[in-house]
């Protein structure tokens, strides 16, 4: 089976940014855009530029500086965002305009305060009015993963005729299961016309936990785009993490799906990002978190120390991360405490191992983590330094 291929279309500096308390300014985006245009991401949605003069002049300015990727600016199905969005993508070599409205029973309702039969209306002319400035017209459903499914097939059959060239189906709240969200994706390939001509894009939200599963469960089933952010930062808990859906298609080919993106990349990409927008990375986070390859259990440490592929599934190179990382704590055992003597510079025998040991868990219960200049005292407490000739 030939491997298809899925864009990523990173929203780092949009809904990214949308987060409290991490807004960036014009040169920080320049930096970052660049960055991710570099990495190989395909499509940068750089702003929503009615929102403010700075947005504005952020996506204008991006515009003008990405080489490869295409460049999107969000709307409103409201002809003014579009004139405006239209204007700051005038210099870009691959402009798209990303427009919507909410389809879903309590977007219908409680916020627009219509009918779906408007919805639809309004639909059909934000893309038909984008069409005017660009080709390619990116149409969001908000809130479909809440939206009945025959009513979202109706829209998306609607805006395909007036233009669109990709449609976005968001999860916007996180509330879809992975099954879920997958089957209404399925359910839209099988049911709309003409869906064969667009490109089906899946922006999920982690709510619940599960913006990336979802994803991939779309992808699964159709969708060839996916959205998604750098340490998957946004709106409440944020949004699918860019840096976990490209690695789970590179450690399941079976999938038989890629993406362009340059692996490499990704752990300095996510120190970027965090450091720009001063957004912390837990340490747990997949991928990218500083323990992502740091091991210190003692049985975990002594299979990858006999073998890497024992405890860790992705090389940690792979993703730009120079190697695993064995750290020294009270639960760590004799062939840990070895492998870091030896990286200091002491070679230790199965006898001297031995007592040092000893000294080394009283050090060890007593702070959360062993570090190299402990190495030296604890060796000194053993009474062993002029047995021990240091490399």
């Known amino acids: 089976m030939n491997r298809e291929k899925v864009q990523i279309f990173d929203t780092t500096l949009r809904d990214g940014e949308q987060v409290p308390g991490c807004k960036l300014d014009t040169k920080q985006k320049l930096v970052i855009a660049e ?22 002049l952020s996506v204008s300015e991006i515009s003008k500086i990405v080489k490869n990727a295409t460049v999107c600016g969000l709307t409103r199905a409201v002809k003014n965002d579009i004139d405006i969005a239209g204007q700051a993508l005038q210099y870009a070599k691959r402009p798209r305009i990303h427009t919507g409205i909410g389809t879903s029973q309590s977007h219908i ?4 305060n219509t009918t779906p039969e408007d919805i639809i209306a309004r639909a059909k002319f934000a893309v038909a009015h984008a069409k005017t400035y660009v080709e390619d017209v990116e149409f969001y459903a908000e809130d479909a993963g809440r939206t009945d499914n025959a009513f979202l097939a109706r829209v998306c059959e609607e805006v395909i005729k007036s233009g669109a060239t990709v449609l976005n189906i968001p999860d916007t709240t996180g509330y879809c299961l992975p099954h879920e969200y997958g089957e209404k994706i399925k359910y839209l ?16 939200h982690n709510d619940l936990g599960m913006a990336t599963a979802n994803s991939i469960a779309g992808a699964m089933n159709g969708a ?33 799906l890629y993406t362009d ?3 490499k990349q990704l752990n300095e990409m996510s120190r970027l990002v965090s450091d720009s927008m001063g957004m912390m990375v837990q340490p747990n986070k997949a991928i990218v978190g500083s323990n992502a390859f740091a091991h210190s259990s003692g049985i975990h440490q002594d299979g990858v120390i006999k073998n890497r592929e024992t405890y860790e599934i992705m090389d940690p190179l792979e993703v730009g991360v120079n190697e695993s990382s064995i750290i020294l704590t009270a639960r760590s055992g004799r062939a840990a405490l070895a492998y870091r003597a030896k990286k200091v510079g002491y070679e230790l025998t199965k006898v001297q191992l031995d007592i040092v040991y000893v000294e ?31 490399n």
């Open 189 to 204: 390939k099988e049911n709309v016309k003409g869906i064969e001509n667009v490109t089906i894009s899946c922006h999920c």
């Open 224 to 256: 060839r785009q996916i959205e998604c952010t750098i340490n998957g930062i946004g709106e409440r808990a944020g949004n699918t993490a860019l840096e976990e859906v490209v690695m789970i298609f590179k450690q399941h080919p079976y999938l038989n």
């Open 261 to 263: 993106i340059d692996t």
């Open 35 to 56: 960055r991710l245009d570099g990495m190989g991401v395909d499509v940068i949605e750089a702003g929503f530029p009615v929102s403010s003069p700075g947005d504005f």
């Open 109 to 112: 309702i409680h916020k627009l």
């Open 360 to 390: 080394f868990l009283k050090y060890a219960d007593i702070k959360k983590e062993v570090m190299d200049d402990d190495i030296h005292q604890i060796i000194e407490a053993s009474n062993l330094q002029d047995d021990l000739v240091r």
